[in-house]
């Protein structure tokens, strides 16, 4: 059982705007930042945001990421087939640990 | 460029200590903030986080893992050491290790490509 909470499963047509939610608390949402890693099927994850809504280099504005409360979203704007991946969110937690959601799997049909 | 890679046994046999070997180059582990960790997910579920060491040799453990899991550096090889005693079927997975710094405040922005273990007797 994941610490934070996220939809097993997205969905959306190319072109679409999707978003998937991730639900904390406040040991760990609500007083630190949210990260989000992509893991394409077969691969090591890669780090799409951090600090709340912060992309790295390389990573493009379709992606980006909100936090409010104990409550994160990562939405995908113009969505491509290449984007079908899992996603998952993670947050540094007060017990001095780094807590991951259960992961969403984001379907392009 | 940044780049780490994971070594180590492809089997283990329950009750026994798996040692794992993370290599890395394009950055040094004795620079104020760097940090490397590492990550284990089992077939077909979710990724979970397990420990962290920074620059000044300060480690994190996962509370649920703790008394298992050790973590340490050789700044010298450019290298972190992560070992997990007594394992169990329960403990196959893959497991990352990956680079972290304080100043992107524990994000995980490099990744290695994973080594897949396997806990049977």
């Known amino acids: 059982q994941s610490v934070l909470t996220q939809p097993p499963s997205a969905s959306g047509t190319p072109g679409q705007r999707v978003t998937i939610s991730c639900s904390g608390g406040?040991?760990?949402?609500?007083?630190?930042?949210v990260q989000w890693y992509q893991q394409l099927p077969g691969t090591a994850p890669k780090l799409l945001i951090y600090?709340?809504?912060q992309r790295p280099s390389g990573v493009p504005d379709r992606f980006s990421g909100s936090k409010s409360g104990t409550s994160a979203s990562l939405a995908i704007s113009g969505l491509r087939s290449e984007d079908e991946a899992d996603y998952y969110c993670?947050?540094?937690?007060?017990?001095?640990?780094?807590?991951f959601g259960g992961g969403t799997k984001l379907t392009v049909l | 460029q940044i780049t780490l890679k994971e070594s180590g046994p492809t089997v283990v046999k329950p009750t026994q200590t798996l040692t794992l070997t993370c290599t890395f180059s394009?950055?040094?582990?004795?620079?104020?903030?760097?940090?490397v960790g590492w990550i284990r997910q089992p077939p077909g579920k979710a990724l979970e986080w397990l420990a962290l060491?920074?620059?000044?040799?300060?480690?994190r453990y996962s509370p649920s893992l703790k008394g298992r899991l050790t973590i340490t550096k050789d700044t010298s090889k450019n290298q972190v050491v992560f070992t997990m005693t007594n394992v169990d079927p329960v403990d196959t997975a893959t497991y990352y290790c990956?680079?972290?710094?304080?100043?992107?405040?524990?994000?995980?922005?490099?990744w290695g490509q994973g080594t897949t273990v396997t806990v049977s007797s």
């Open positions: 406040s040991s760990n949402i609500g007083g630190n930042y």
């Open positions: 060491i920074y620059w000044d040799d300060d480690k």
């Open positions: 394009g950055f040094s582990l004795s620079s104020s903030g760097a940090a």
């Open positions: 993670a947050a540094w937690d007060d017990s001095l640990s780094v807590v």
């Open positions: 600090r709340n809504n």
């Open positions: 990956a680079r972290g710094s304080v100043s992107t405040n524990h994000a995980m922005d490099v």
